[in-house]
């Protein structure tokens, strides 16, 4: 079954940088865009950043210039480099991928299980 596997989040004092990672495992899947969304206690979910496959990306105002998406098409993987913290980033940050599952040749969009960022001030 194919699913995403998150890893990275974690405590960080405002200011400082912290790295997530996103994998596709469980089968072969051809990613056409690759997204991090983030939720914070009481608020909806928001897009954060994404990559299409052509290597386009996109951001959200509040993290420009200090996030950076990046993609390893090869390996089916997403990170999001986080420098310059906020308080107000933490949040449960989720990876989101839309694209084929090659064995099915079925359209899908996966999400991963989430990680915790907290930024303390």
């Known amino acids: 079954q194919v699913q995403l596997v998150e890893s990275g989040g974690g405590l960080v004092q405002a200011g400082e940088s912290l790295g997530l990672s996103c994998i596709v495992s469980?089968?072969?899947?051809?990613?056409?865009?690759m997204r991090w969304y983030r939720q914070a206690p009481g608020k909806q979910r928001e897009l954060v950043a994404g990559i299409a496959r052509g290597g386009r990306t996109n951001y959200i105002d509040s993290v420009k210039g200090r996030f950076t998406i990046s993609g390893d098409s090869a390996r089916n993987t997403v990170y999001l480099q986080m420098n310059s913290l906020r308080p107000e980033d933490t949040a449960v940050y989720y990876c989101n991928a839309e694209g084929i599952d090659v064995s099915a040749y079925k359209y899908l969009e996966l999400w991963g299980q989430g990680t915790l960022v907290t930024v303390s001030s």
């Open positions: 469980g089968g072969a899947f051809s990613a056409h865009a």
